[in-house]
C-alpha cells in the first residue's frame, strides 16, 4: 500500500554528503520536509539546504552528533518548528583505511562515536515524538561490512555491526508502536567515504547515492502488510560486490 508522503517530517543525518543530500532532494522531491541534523561542514549543508528549498521547506541544524546536549537540544528545536517528527534516517558516518595494529583509542571511539552511538541516543531522543506519528519510520544507513570482516577497516566494521545488531533489537522493541525500523547495507557506493575507507576502487560500475535514496523512498511510500527489516544492496554483478 502506497501512502501519501508529502508534508511528512524527515530528520536525516549526514545530509552533507553524497548518500545524505541525495536522500534529501528525493525525499524533498514529494514535499516532504527535512531537517538538515548535526555536522560542520557549513558549505555541504547549505548545498543540500539550497537543492531541498527548490521543492519544500527544509531546517539546518549543524552541530556535534557526539554531544548528547547538542543531540537533545536539536530535537527540541525540530519539534520547535515543526511540532512533531514522522521519519528519522540516521546516515551519517566515518570510516579508515588503517591496519590494526596502527589504530588509536582515538580513532576507534571517533568512528564509534559517530557510527554507533551517535545514532542510538539521537533514536533514544527522537522515540518520544515518532510514537505520536502515524506512520513514523526509522532508518538506518549501515553497511555490507556489517556482515563480514573486511582488511584496513576493523573499527568501521565493528561500528557497522554494532549498528546492525542494534538495529534488530530496536524494531522488536518498537513494532507494537507501530513504528517501522529498517536497515539498508549498501556495498560500495561512490562517495567520499569509500574513497577513504577503499582507495584502491574507482567509480566503475558502482552503486550511485541516488540508488540508495530510491531505495530510501520505497521503504517509506510502500507501507503495507509486508515489512522490509533489511536490504542489502550490490552492484549489478554476478558476485555480490562487498566493500
Known amino acids: 500500500m502506497t501512502i501519501p508522503l508529502k508534508d511528512k517530517i524527515v530528520l536525516l543525518t549526514g545530509a552533507g554528503g553524497g548518500i545524505g543530500c541525495a536522500i534529501a532532494e528525493k525525499l524533498s522531491q514529494d514535499g516532504m520536509k527535512l531537517i538538515l541534523f548535526g555536522g560542520h561542514n557549513l558549505e555541504k549543508l547549505e548545498e543540500t539546504r ?141 562517495t567520499d567515504m569509500i574513497r577513504i575507507s577503499r582507495p584502491d576502487l574507482t567509480s566503475d560500475g558502482m552503486i550511485l547515492p541516488e540508488e540508495i535514496a530510491e531505495i530510501v523512498y520505497f521503504l517509506l511510500a510502500n507501507r503495507g502488510n509486508a515489512v522490509i527489516d533489511e536490504i542489502l544492496v550490490h552492484r549489478a554483478t554476478k558476485e555480490p560486490f562487498l566493500v
Open 50 to 190: 539550497k537543492i531541498v528549498e527548490k521543492h519544500s521547506q527544509c531546517l539546518v541544524i549543524p552541530g556535534d552528533l557526539t554531544s548528547t546536549a547538542f543531540l537533545s537540544e536539536g530535537i527540541q528545536k525540530v519539534i520547535d518548528a515543526f511540532g512533531g517528527l514522522d521519519i528519522l534516517i540516521n546516515n551519517a558516518g566515518v570510516a579508515t583505511s588503517t591496519p590494526f595494529e596502527e589504530i588509536t583509542e582515538e580513532m576507534l571511539d571517533n568512528i564509534m562515536a559517530i557510527n554507533f552511538r551517535a545514532p542510538f541516543f539521537l533514536t533514544q531522543k527522537a522515540l518520544p515524538h515518532l510514537k505520536r506519528s502515524q506512520t513514523a519510520s526509522i532508518i538506518n544507513i549501515c553497511s555490507v561490512v556489517g556482515h563480514a570482516g573486511y582488511p584496513l577497516q576493523s573499527p568501521y566494521v565493528a561500528s557497522k555491526h554494532a549498528l546492525l545488531g542494534w538495529t534488530k533489537s530496536l524494531a522488536r522493541e518498537t513494532y507494537k508502536e507501530n513504528i517501522r525500523v529498517h536497515a539498508i547495507s549498501p556495498g560500495g557506493v561512490f
